[in-house]
């Protein structure tokens, strides 16, 4: 047999191939797996060159695929003042971050936070311009919501951008006033995507090669060798952009990025159809967003059926974004539309999110082989908001993770990052345990096994971007994508899975990030 690059051997393997769940050893060849093993099998891969690693017994589980998250978000977050929950507990701490970074900063340069959420401010409300003006008046300044879907800006932020009491409300957008005065106060909805394309100057080459390395880094640390780009303002410039990522070797870890409706014809134009790319970087599915910030579905039903029919028709995948209900059920809609026009099997069309999924919805998704893109790490980092502020009525259906795998529909497990930290443990930890971080628990009985949540994070993720014939599993000829953690999440006290840490990250075939596995 062929010699082997690079042997994990004594290793506590889990493989996600049903054809053969556990093993000792992994051979790989290149950027490929060679062999999945027995210890016994070492001497028939290993040759005078081979690299071998003894992993201790450690566990290997392959790479994990965030399958919905926003890097160029990541990297404005890395780049700007972090005002999550972890860091600030009131809008004084946010105006002493700012004050501190606008002393620090050119009058005129734009400042930019991210990550506030009001329900976990003392206050219990947004910061507004006021509020930022008190502190840097010079300054523009712009601050991000934790979910991305609002934003505050400051007096001299809003005039940039031309927002007066006279502008009206974009499509979809909200911009909210003064009750008396009719002046706006600073807080946008949906409107985040608009100010950073359009008002704020662009990231400059320094900047991104910054973050972006930052990313990487972040990302190999913490075992994810894929990620899936869910942003709705993607088009040919950002996969541009990853395409100089990948080929400057500034980002290790595989994406498949998805893009806005938009998009989908300039994608066409320059020749690139559903599935384009390589393994390094894929053109992933048409991004749609559904909303109800404006207390209207946004965009209505029958632009959505139109929208996911042109796509559908077109042969791209689609990833509608739906949290409430009412936005699930009006997706599943458009997606009966589409099917019943132009009947087409294996489309593999993705809800993200699917927050909330009665069993009358779930029924229908699983009629039309969806699959479902959720986010367990939320009940970690938002589980209180969660049983403060979801209606009672809905509360029995929140991220019904067993409902959804019982019902056989395909469920992919993600971050939104940088909505909230991705490490893909603590993912798996939610999924197990249904607890938030202050320990309460959101329906027990929704709870699934570790093995469950890690296909989530593996099989299914590759699943969903079609890619499960290369990756989400280690077996022969797939892409030599794994990770050694420090312990076995299938064997450890739920309790502990949160506290696992990646030892060693391996991508196609090369170790690009080790820590406690020095040989
Ligand atoms: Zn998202």
Redesign the pocket.
């Given at each position: 047999m062929t010699a082997a690059d690079l042997i994990l051997r004594n290793a506590n393997v889990i493989t996600m191939d049903p054809g053969q769940p556990t093993a000792e050893l992994v051979a790989i060849k290149g950027d490929r797996i060679l062999l999945v093993a027995s210890d016994e099998e070492l001497t028939s891969v290993k040759g005078a060159r081979t690299r071998i690693i003894d992993c201790q017994g450690k566990t290997v589980v392959p790479g994990f695929d965030d399958a919905?998250?926003?890097i160029f978000s990541f990297i404005r977050k890395l780049l700007s003042i972090d005002l999550s929950p972890s860091s600030v507990s009131s809008i004084g701490d946010i105006k002493a971050a700012i004050r501190l970074q606008a002393q620090n900063t050119p009058p005129g340069k734009w400042l930019s936070g991210t990550g506030y959420d009001e329900f976990y401010l003392a206050d219990k409300r947004h910061p507004d311009r006021w509020d930022i003006d008190d502190v840097a008046p010079n300054h523009p300044v712009v601050l991000a919501h934790r979910s991305?879907h609002a934003c505050v800006l400051n007096s001299l932020a809003l005039s940039l951008a031309g927002i007066t009491r006279e502008t009206p409300a974009p499509s979809g957008g909200l911009i909210d006033r003064d009750l008396n005065t009719g002046e706006p106060s600073g807080l946008l909805f949906e409107m985040l995507g608009y100010i950073r394309g359009k008002v704020i100057p662009p990231l400059s080459e320094e900047e991104m090669v910054k973050g972006i390395t930052l990313a990487n880094q972040h990302y190999l640390s913490l075992g994810i060798t894929s990620v899936q780009e869910?942003?709705v303002t993607n088009d040919p410039d950002q996969w541009q952009t990853f395409r100089r990522f990948k080929d400057t070797g500034k980002l290790k870890s595989r994406v498949s990025m998805m893009f806005g409706a938009e998009a989908m014809s300039q994608f066409q134009e320059v020749g690139l159809a559903p599935g384009s790319g390589d393994s390094q970087l894929r053109l992933g599915g048409v991004k749609i967003i559904l909303n109800e910030a404006t207390g209207q579905l946004q965009p209505p039903q029958e632009k959505l059926n139109q929208q996911v029919f042109d796509a559908h028709q077109a042969g791209f995948q689609l990833a509608i974004?739906a949290v409430e209900q009412s936005t699930v059920e009006a997706a599943i809609t458009a997606l009966e539309y589409a099917h019943s026009r132009l009947p087409q099997a294996g489309r593999r069309h993705r809800l993200?999110?699917c927050s909330e999924c009665p069993p009358h919805l779930l029924e229908r998704l699983n009629k039309l082989l969806a699959v479902v893109v959720t986010q367990p790490p939320f009940l970690y980092y938002s589980g209180e908001r969660y049983l403060a502020q979801v209606p009672a009525s809905q509360l029995p259906w929140l991220y019904p993770f067993k409902s959804l795998l019982n019902s056989g529909l395909i469920v992919a497990g993600s971050s939104?990052s940088p909505?909230v930290p991705d490490n893909p443990l603590v993912g798996i930890y939610a999924a197990v345990t249904r607890k938030a971080e202050s320990g309460q628990q959101l329906l027990p009985q929704e709870c699934i096994s570790a093995s469950q949540a890690l296909a989530m994070y593996t099989i299914n993720a590759a699943y969903a971007s079609f890619e499960e014939d290369i990756k989400g599993l280690l077996a022969q000829g797939k892409l030599a994508d794994m990770v050694v953690l420090s312990n076995d999440l299938t064997e450890s006290p739920p309790e502990q899975i949160k506290d696992i840490r990646a030892e060693m990250t391996i991508i196609g075939g090369e170790v690009v990030w080790e820590s406690g596995l020095s040989q």
């Open positions: 919905h998250c926003h991305l869910a942003t974004h993200e999110h939104d909505v």
